[in-house]
Each structure stands twice: as C-alpha cells, then as structure tokens.
C-alpha cells in the first residue's frame, strides 16, 4: 500500500442572498501556478445554498485587475429558469451588458417551484475556462426521494472540471485541457504530487452524491469504485431511481446519486475518466479518494493503470460552426434590450440568422442531428427551460410516454437525431448553445425570441439594462452601428 497525499477540505458556501466578489488570484489546483478569475477567490467558487422559494439577490462585484485575462464578466445560473426575470439570466450580450471593472450587478430573481442540483459560471467568452464556476443547490424539505438517503450537504457536493495551464485568451486553436479536478484538485501527468480530492463517508449511511460537471469542454465516465450509484434526479429534475456502476456527464450536467456506504472500512478511487483519446489514470490522474471513517490514509488496493500522455483528437475541433448557416456573432446591444427598446419581433432583432421567433403557448420540437466533427462530446443547454428528451443519444426510437427532463443534453455520434421539446411559457431571448466553452467562443449559438410583444410586460428592467449597456460602451470606447432602425435613440448610448 503506498501512502497518497489527500485533502480534506470543507467546501466554502454562501446564501441566496449574498455578495459574490470576481476577483483576479494565482493558484495551483494541480501544483502549476496560474493567474486565474475566481468567485470570491476560491475555485470551484463557493457553494450558493437555499431552499425552495427563497428569493435570490446576488451582488456580483467586479474586482478584475489581471490585463492577461478579461476584465469583463456576467454571471448565468444554470439551471433556473428565470421566469418574469429574463435580465437575471446573465447570458453576456443577449440579456445583458457585461459587468465592467468597479462595478457591480445585483441578480435578483426567485427560483418558484425549481429545487435540485445547478451550477452558475461566467457567460462571458470562454472566461469560465480561467475558473468562474461553482455549484448550487436549492433543497427540498419534501423532497420525494429523501427516504433513499441519510445525509446531503455541502460535503457531498462533487465537481468536476477541466483545468487549463493557460489563459482562455492564450487558448490555442484547439485546446487541450491538462488536468482533471475533483472538487477542485487534481494531477497532471509528470506534475508534483499535489494533494487528491477526499469525501469521507461513515459505513453505513447513505449519501446522497450531487455530481456537477463545470466542465468548458470534455465529458467524465464517473464512477466510484466497488460502489453502485443510484440516480435519482437529473439536472434539477427528480426521476424513477436507476442502479448504474458508472455515469456518463456532459459539460454542464449534473446527477444526485445515492451512494450506500457498505463496503469494508478502506479508501476507494473515486474516477472522473475523460472522453478525449488515451486518457488513463497515469500518475494518479484524474482521480480522487472516497474515504471511510476509521480508513488508514493511503490509496486503494486497486492500482491505477498506466498509460500514454493524453492527446486530443486534433480532427474533432473545427475553427468555426453553423447552425442553419449561421454562426452566431454577439450583437453590441444586447437581445433583450433590442426588446425593451421597441423591437416588435423576431425579424427586428440582431444578429440576422441567429434569432428564432417562437410564438406563446406552443409546443416546439428540436432536432439536433449529429455528424459534425466533435459530435460525442458536444452537450446543448437551453436557458429558461427544462425539456423533454423524446430521443435520446444512441435511440433510434421515440419516448413520448415518459421521457427524461432535463436542461442539457448530449448530441451524440454520427448518426444520431437527438430530438427535445418544451412548451412555450417562459418570455424572453434564450439561448442555445454548444456548453463546450470553446465552441460557443465560436459562435456554436442560435437565440429563441419568446413571445416577443410580450417580454416588455414581464421584464421591467429597460433602464437598469440601459445603464449597464451606458457603462460598457464608455468603458470600452465603442461606436455603435446597429444593422436595424430603432424607435428612438437608446437613453445613454451616445
């Protein structure tokens, strides 16, 4: 048995109702030291906890310094479906402004009905990439599932991320994680034996495991071992209990699996394997450690197998994307307030060929066919929306009895037709988009105009969106040039 360095850390968490400082900070997650762009200092950022119906008010406040980084940020919480509080959905350029330096934004929105497991990251370029992420929760005291479990709280909590050595603006055209990070920590192959991960369990409960995948690019094969996961809610939303040994998640997924603790009192890997082409788990790689209380602190008897350094299939990531033709190019002025400044339809609003008009009160079909290079491992998420999968990736058929609901899905493989469908209730601009952050820096993004004659009843913001849209422009020295008439000059664009 060989003695591993771990560490147990207690997860920093905050309230809905709290100040959340961005910040510029080096850190060394995997051992190698880099400026990053963090939530309060800390990566992940700290865990936002509430429970349903609590009211939101989420100052975030801009301390960006770094000129090697951007110095711009938004915030979106994934997941929440921002109904009557389309500003608040933090998409950078389609319901907002970006937040300058010195300055601050409150998002104040209220959750309703929605409890589960969701994550909030910058929405701004591929800054997330440089550590803007962390996870939330929002409890259920009647949670329909709580007699599966004993204990779910912040320690059970797991993220896992992707972690670059450089900067998303130094990013190379096609970029190539280095380490994998289990709550924050991990090892790069041939780098220092920094401290792995631990969650400690006491034999004999049952945890209740939120698994959230802030990746900005690959997909986990997540498993622990010598222990079945019972999942029991997918991306906020509760499902039959399934008994899996191990779970596929994509870029922004999450899953609450009920892990029993009855195993022998030992440590057991936890592993989060990537979808990119030879990865293992050489030198302790893309591993953690589930610990019992009462487990001597060393690794587990299984030995991790050896390998070749990674490598990214250099095919798989095109220099740019369509969607129907198009590739999304973010408007100056952002999609929202072209609503709130007299846009009356899909038509008016900017940028041409990205923008899709939906009616209220309908039932809208997607499909998604694969074949595009990079298709494994691209996942779509839809702002202000759960969805039904009636086809799923690797299903010929269609599931219109009871399908899966969720927020992001996967696109497949070459051959696939992955097909989703919502109703029409949430009013607003939504985006869709490719959750691998490179791809979407890359305009792999449509927007949904949701009954447009509609948002300027629902979302009465036009002078806080106004001023933010004043800010921006002046701190960046920017010339407007709108491709449309508007009905009268924006107040404080000049």
């Given at each position: 048995?060989?003695?591993?360095?771990?560490?147990?850390?207690?997860?920093?968490?905050?309230?809905?109702?709290?100040?959340?400082?961005?910040?510029?900070?080096?850190?060394?997650?995997?051992?190698?030291?880099?400026?990053?762009?963090?939530?309060?200092?800390?990566?992940?950022?700290?865990?936002?906890?509430?429970?349903?119906?609590?009211?939101?008010?989420?100052?975030?406040?801009?301390?960006?310094?770094?000129?090697?980084?951007?110095?711009?940020?938004?915030?979106?919480?994934?997941?929440?479906?921002?109904?009557?509080?389309?500003?608040?959905?933090?998409?950078?350029?389609?319901?907002?402004?970006?937040?300058?330096?010195?300055?601050?934004?409150?998002?104040?929105?209220?959750?309703?009905?929605?409890?589960?497991?969701?994550?909030?990251?910058?929405?701004?370029?591929?800054?997330?990439?440089?550590?803007?992420?962390?996870?939330?929760?929002?409890?259920?005291?009647?949670?329909?599932?709580?007699?599966?479990?004993?204990?779910?709280?912040?320690?059970?909590?797991?993220?896992?991320?992707?972690?670059?050595?450089?900067?998303?603006?130094?990013?190379?055209?096609?970029?190539?994680?280095?380490?994998?990070?289990?709550?924050?920590?991990?090892?790069?192959?041939?780098?220092?034996?920094?401290?792995?991960?631990?969650?400690?369990?006491?034999?004999?409960?049952?945890?209740?495991?939120?698994?959230?995948?802030?990746?900005?690019?690959?997909?986990?094969?997540?498993?622990?071992?010598?222990?079945?996961?019972?999942?029991?809610?997918?991306?906020?939303?509760?499902?039959?209990?399934?008994?899996?040994?191990?779970?596929?998640?994509?870029?922004?997924?999450?899953?609450?699996?009920?892990?029993?603790?009855?195993?022998?009192?030992?440590?057991?890997?936890?592993?989060?394997?990537?979808?990119?082409?030879?990865?293992?788990?050489?030198?302790?790689?893309?591993?953690?450690?589930?610990?019992?209380?009462?487990?001597?602190?060393?690794?587990?008897?299984?030995?991790?197998?050896?390998?070749?350094?990674?490598?990214?299939?250099?095919?798989?990531?095109?220099?740019?994307?369509?969607?129907?033709?198009?590739?999304?190019?973010?408007?100056?002025?952002?999609?929202?307030?072209?609503?709130?400044?007299?846009?009356?339809?899909?038509?008016?609003?900017?940028?041409?060929?990205?923008?899709?008009?939906?009616?209220?009160?309908?039932?809208v079909e997607i499909t998604i066919p694969?074949?595009?290079?990079?298709?494994?491992?691209?996942?779509?998420?839809?702002?202000?929306?759960?969805?039904?999968?009636?086809?799923?990736?690797?299903?010929?058929?269609?599931?219109?009895?009871?399908?899966?609901?969720?927020?992001?899905?996967?696109?497949?493989?070459t051959g696939d037709n992955v097909t989703?469908?919502?109703?029409?209730?949430?009013?607003?601009?939504?985006?869709?988009?490719?959750?691998?952050?490179?791809?979407?820096?890359?305009?792999?993004?449509?927007?949904?105009?949701?009954?447009?004659?509609?948002?300027?009843?629902?979302?009465?913001?036009?002078?806080?969106?106004?001023?933010?849209?004043?800010?921006?422009?002046?701190?960046?020295?920017?010339?407007?040039?709108?491709?449309?008439?508007?009905?009268?000059?924006?107040?404080?664009?000049?």
């Open positions: 048995f060989a003695v591993l360095s771990a560490s147990v850390q207690a997860q920093t968490t905050i309230g809905p109702v709290s100040d959340l400082p961005i910040v510029n900070v080096k850190i060394a997650p995997d051992g190698y030291p880099r400026e990053a762009t963090l939530a309060d200092g800390k990566f992940p950022g700290p865990l936002i906890r509430a429970n349903k119906g609590d009211d939101f008010s989420l100052n975030v406040i801009n301390q960006l310094h770094d000129q090697s980084l951007d110095l711009s940020t938004t915030i979106h919480w994934h997941g929440i479906l921002q109904r009557k509080t389309n500003y608040a959905d933090g998409a950078a350029f389609v319901t907002q402004c970006p937040i300058v330096p010195n300055e601050s934004f409150l998002y104040e929105f209220n959750a309703e009905e929605q409890t589960g497991t969701y994550w909030y990251h910058s929405h701004l370029k591929a800054q997330y990439c440089d550590g803007l992420r962390g996870a939330l929760v929002i409890y259920d005291p009647n949670d329909p599932h709580s007699n599966l479990y004993d204990i779910d709280d912040a320690d059970t909590v797991i993220t896992l991320g992707d972690w670059y050595h450089y900067s998303s603006l130094e990013a190379p055209q096609i970029p190539q994680f280095n380490s994998t990070l289990i709550n924050g920590k991990g090892r790069y192959i041939g780098g220092p034996s920094v401290p792995l991960a631990v969650v400690n369990v006491l034999k004999g409960q049952r945890y209740r495991l939120r698994i959230v995948s802030i990746s900005c690019d690959p997909a986990f094969d997540f498993s622990i071992d010598s222990h079945q996961l019972t999942i029991i809610e997918v991306d906020g939303n509760n499902v039959q209990p399934l008994v899996v040994d191990s779970l596929e998640i994509f870029a922004g997924q999450r899953y609450s699996a009920v892990l029993v603790a009855d195993q022998e009192i030992d440590n057991y890997w936890i592993r989060a394997l990537p979808n990119i082409v030879n990865q293992k788990f050489t030198d302790f790689t893309n591993l953690a450690i589930l610990r019992y209380v009462g487990a001597f602190p060393r690794t587990h008897r299984t030995t991790p197998l050896r390998g070749t350094a990674l490598t990214h299939s250099e095919s798989r990531d095109p220099p740019g994307f369509l969607i129907n033709g198009f590739t999304f190019d973010a408007p100056m002025v952002p999609v929202l307030l072209q609503i709130l400044s007299g846009a009356q339809s899909a038509a008016d609003l900017v940028p041409k060929g990205s923008i899709y008009g939906l009616d209220p009160n309908k039932s694969a074949g595009v290079v990079g298709g494994p491992v691209t996942s779509y998420p839809l702002h202000g929306h759960s969805f039904h999968v009636v086809r799923s990736a690797g299903n010929s058929t269609y599931n219109f009895d009871n399908p899966v609901i969720r927020d992001v899905v996967s696109m497949g493989e989703i469908r919502f109703f029409t209730d949430n009013p607003g601009p939504w985006f869709l988009h490719c959750h691998i952050d490179w791809h979407l820096e890359k305009g792999f993004a449509v927007v949904f105009a949701e009954d447009v004659p509609e948002v300027s009843t629902t979302d009465v913001v036009t002078g806080k969106s106004q001023h933010y849209l004043s800010v921006y422009l002046n701190a960046n020295e920017y010339v407007i040039a709108l491709s449309r008439p508007m009905e009268g000059p924006l107040p404080g664009v000049q």
